[in-house]
């Protein structure tokens, strides 16, 4: 099983290295984060006001809301409001949702919404859609908050639209590009979920995904029944003759019942009977970034504790279903194989370690739903590579014995 993740840039590379000098390594994050962010935001706000009426050059400037517009009963807009809120976990101060600092923990209500659209128009590599008033729709780039980010909002120039006759109905999005391949949390959180409108839909209507999908990604399309429904799709702009629009169920890192519970319901009933894996087991990382330099070395301790060490390329998606969904005790690191705790019961012990330098509290929004027991330790991350660091073998233990192993 390929997890794969956004390569790191030598622009992150060389900002991990100055972390050793602590005041260059702040001025020059502050440089990052404020001067270069502010000379590009405000270039990108004169495109759209000097391209404001040209359809097909310079960023859009304004956003339209289809859930405003369904709630308000505008009769032009054909659709459903699935949710209006999910509700809010609790959320301890130290749990890693809080102490990650990117207050996912404050999204909510998050609504969920689907609509119906005629010769609707979709844009750049997140294939946002773009109504005839050169206006955004908010719901496919994540909310009034990141529409500024969207790769939608930042185009200079159209290129010739590509014109899809039928239904259609998307998984595309910023976070599941046509231009790359999907990283596995987000393809598990962000993108398979939109599919649970398909219910509602005809069976003749067709998905479009991104053209780079590795096989566990059509795995589990498959699984669904789905292959000869989906359209790997390269290009930046689309007219569709009718698009069911199926809005985002929540992001990773947010409180998201609707869409784990889905994901859950869909999958488990079609785990393999004839797989049986360990109960007990440490799911290793195998990815390059973001990876711990000394795993190997990790995965030889945990197995002189009692721990099997499952890597996780060595299993196809309905296989590690299988395997979490047995499980009553996984340990692992922070990453996005992890998403795969999802498929656990709630009776299962899952110990997390974050190394300190990329913190991220999904796990904690995954536990918070299933209701397993869980336990996360955040680990001191050393090494000359700070994108590969080295962790303590004495912190894993002191870990370990902390969960009561």
């Known amino acids: 099983m390929s997890h794969s993740i956004k390569p790191m840039t030598l622009l992150d590379r060389l900002a991990f290295a100055l972390r050793r000098w602590s005041r260059t390594h702040r001025f020059l994050r502050f440089f990052r984060r404020v001067a270069l962010v502010a000379l590009r935001d405000g270039s990108w706000e004169f495109a759209r006001i000097l391209c404001k009426d040209f359809q097909n050059w310079g960023p859009p400037g304004r956003t339209f809301s289809l859930y405003h517009s369904l709630r308000w009963g505008d009769p032009s807009v054909r659709g459903q409001i699935i949710l209006e809120d999910q509700g809010a976990p609790r959320v301890p101060p130290d749990s890693l949702v809080v102490r990650c600092g990117l207050d996912h923990h404050l999204e909510q209500p998050w609504p969920i919404v689907w609509t ?11 294939l946002a859609l773009l109504n005839e008033k050169k206006e ?6 994540y909310g009034a ?3 500024r980010d969207d ?17 259609w109905t998307s998984i595309i999005s910023n976070w599941v590009p046509t231009d790359g391949t999907p990283v596995y949390g987000h393809w598990l959180h962000d993108a398979l979920p939109r599919l649970a409108i398909l219910s509602n839909l005809s069976d003749d209507t067709q998905i479009l995904v991104p053209h ?15 292959r000869d429904r989906c359209r790997p799709t390269h290009e930046s702009h689309l007219l569709l003759d009718e698009y069911h629009f199926s809005a985002p169920t929540s992001m990773i890192c947010c409180y998201n019942p609707y869409g784990l519970n889905w994901v ?4 488990l009933p079609k785990v393999p009977k004839c797989f049986s894996g360990p109960k007990k087991f440490f799911f290793a990382r195998t990815v390059k970034n973001r990876a711990i330099e000394n795993m190997d070395e990790i995965s030889s301790l945990l197995a002189s504790h009692g721990w099997e060490v499952i890597n996780d390329m060595d299993l196809t998606f309905a296989e590690t279903v299988k395997l979490f969904s047995d499980a009553t005790d996984i340990c692992g690191f922070q990453g996005s194989n992890m998403s ?4 656990c019961s709630p009776h299962c012990r899952v110990l997390q370690w974050s190394p300190d330098i990329w913190l991220d509290g999904f796990v904690d929004v995954i536990a918070s739903v299933v209701g397993f027991n869980y336990r996360s330790v955040v680990l001191h991350a050393g090494g000359p590579q700070a994108h590969r660091p080295r962790v303590s073998p004495k912190e894993v233990l002191a870990g370990l014995k902390s969960a009561g192993y």
């Open 116 to 126: 119906v659209h005629k010769r609707a128009r979709l844009v750049s590599n997140s």
């Open 212 to 226: 780079k999908l590795k096989p566990i990604y059509w795995e589990t399309l498959d699984l669904l029944g789905l």
């Open 340 to 343: 795969n705790v999802m498929f």
């Open 145 to 147: 908050g990141r529409w």
């Open 151 to 167: 790769p939608g909002s930042r185009f200079l120039r159209l290129p010739k639209p590509v014109s899809l006759h039928g239904s």
């Open 264 to 267: 859950r319901n869909a999958y």
């Open 136 to 141: 955004l729709c908010l719901e496919s780039v």
